[in-house]
């Protein structure tokens, strides 16, 4: 039984995962043509009409669906995915062309694995935590190897694709990792050393009064920081220099079609439900409805009621990263890498020896 | 866990075989991503998450996409890779045998003595780790600090570009 529990965690997290990405792509979608005052997709499955009266109220929703795009972002799109060509460049191996792919999706929903999504409720005398990988000492650190893991995808593919733009982009985008890392790393530092410990769901419990944003000044910083490189991290404006068009045709994306392109962008899309996860959780209040209303842990309707307000505050920072997708133009490349390295590194230092000193004194 | 065990050993030994007999360099470094994600996933077996997690952000994270990284600028093209000498594998063979045999005897003397019953449960967390680096060993700690920061900046300086070079 504790085993079903336990698939059933591993399946949620997952579902979570692809839940999430595929929203943020019709976000997107959408989404960005509001921004730019187009009408953006509506016409997939928006006319769909039938004869037979029980299929009536199916045929209202998917018109429904239709008629705001869902259908064609990602119906439609994935379906013309599938069936499109699978070009492999000449020379290189399809074996690594094949795996580039895998290796940037499954670290980022690797990382979903460790994220407590409710408080803990008893069920027909089991004791459950929705959080699958539960166990785990260090919840944080796990985030922070995963993303470095996920610069392998990334780096195989542009070396896969035998051709210059694709080894820039992938040069671009692996040195843009490795600087947002380190200011990332130093903000979750701050976050550790504040909360006092490394779990995850200690720390979202931690904030039934305050949330963390509010517990120092310190925190309200190493927010800022963690979600300025965790944009970063997803590799999109202000932050797509590994992919912009203008420059490189598609970065090292160049030699990808189909479902292997796909796959890429569901990452990109995970990532960026992943920052927001990890946002909420740390610095949010995580499923606390609102400062000094906290959720109790116990019962099954709290911890259902959790997940919606986790979910909610997730959808606000996916959105929010979405616009700032579509408002901001691109940085110039010594631009990105001294945002990191001559700021948000310093920054984070000091932020993390104040946040030291600030405990001390308390 | 026994059956989880043998995979990652397994797993550990073929891809260690897979980095110094592959021919192109490229392939061998992701096979030490391999083996150091697995020897990751034996740590994490015995209890030791922070070994665990360390080995992934440090070895996997970033010293193997540095050699990754090093590799691609180096040799941007897909190429053939010319046959190894012959005499090269028979000098490392005889030299890990020597090895093996200077080995042999203080691992059959420490051995016996590592089980799992007698394997300190929390030496691998991170309230262990963090208190042993700033009590017992803080000054070996900040000594290995300095060292790194030394290296930094030796770094940088060989980076410099110089007045009168150019770039």
């Known amino acids: 039984m504790n085993f079903i529990i336990l698939v059933l965690e591993v399946l949620l997290a997952f579902g979570l995962a692809l839940g999430l990405a595929s929203f943020c792509t019709w976000v997107e979608r959408k989404g960005s043509a509001l921004i730019q005052n187009r009408i953006g997709a509506n016409r997939a499955g928006a006319f769909a009409e039938t004869n037979v009266l029980l299929l009536k109220p199916f045929y209202f929703g998917w018109r429904l669906l239709g008629r705001l795009g869902v259908i064609n972002t990602l119906l439609c799109d994935g379906l013309k995915a599938l069936f499109k060509e699978d070009f492999v460049p000449q020379g290189a191996s399809s074996f690594l062309h094949a795996l580039a792919p895998f290796l940037a999706v499954v670290p980022v929903f690797m990382a979903f694995a460790v994220l407590p999504l409710a408080p803990e409720f008893n069920l027909f005398g089991y004791h459950i935590r929705p959080q699958a990988a539960s166990f785990y000492d260090g919840g944080v650190l796990f985030l922070l190897a995963m993303g470095a893991l996920s610069v392998y995808g990334v780096l195989l593919a542009g070396w896969v694709g035998n051709n210059k733009f694709s080894l820039l982009g992938a040069l671009r985008a692996a040195a843009q990792m490795f600087s947002y890392e380190l200011p990332m790393g130093v903000a979750l530092g701050t976050v550790i050393l504040v909360y006092g410990t490394t779990d995850l769901y200690q720390m979202v419990e931690s904030q039934s009064g305050l949330w963390g944003i509010m517990k120092s000044p310190m925190m309200f910083v190493a927010g800022l920081i963690f979600f300025v490189s965790g944009m970063a991290q997803t590799k999109r404006v202000p932050f797509d220099l590994p992919e912009s068009e203008a420059e490189i045709v598609a970065g090292y994306l160049t030699e990808y079609s189909g479902m292997k392109f796909l796959l890429f962008w569901l990452a990109e899309f995970a990532e960026i439900a992943l920052v927001s996860l990890v946002m909420v959780l740390v610095f949010f209040g995580g499923w606390h409805p609102f400062p000094f209303v906290s959720l109790p842990s116990g019962s099954w309707q709290a911890a259902l009621a959790g997940h919606f307000i986790l979910l909610s505050k997730v959808v606000f920072f996916c959105v929010l990263q979405i616009t700032i997708r579509w408002t901001l133009p691109r940085f110039r490349y010594d631009q990105l890498m001294n945002l990191s390295w001559k700021g948000l590194l310093e920054v984070g230092f000091v932020n993390l020896i104040s946040a030291a000193a600030w405990k001390l004194a308390a | ?167």
């Open chain 2, 1 to 167: 866990m026994t059956a989880l065990f043998w995979l990652l050993a397994f797993i550990v030994l073929s891809s260690g075989v897979a980095v110094v007999s592959l021919r192109s360099p490229l392939n061998s470094a992701l096979a030490l991503a391999l083996n150091l994600l697995a020897v990751a996933g034996l740590f994490a077996m015995l209890q030791a998450h922070f070994l665990a997690l360390a080995q992934v952000i440090v070895y996997a994270g970033a010293i193997v996409v540095l050699v990754l990284i090093a590799l691609l600028l180096l040799s941007s093209k897909i190429e053939q890779h010319k046959r190894r000498e012959d005499y090269l594998a028979v000098a490392a063979i005889v030299l890990g045998s020597l090895f093996l045999v200077v080995l042999f005897p203080l691992l059959q003397g420490a051995l016996p003595q590592i089980s799992a019953n007698n394997v300190q449960v929390t030496a691998g967390t991170v309230a262990e780790i963090g208190r042993l680096l700033f009590t017992d060993y803080v000054f070996l700690f900040q000594l290995a600090g300095l060292l790194i920061l030394t290296a930094l900046c030796g770094a940088v300086m060989l980076a410099r570009s110089r007045p009168g070079q150019g770039g």
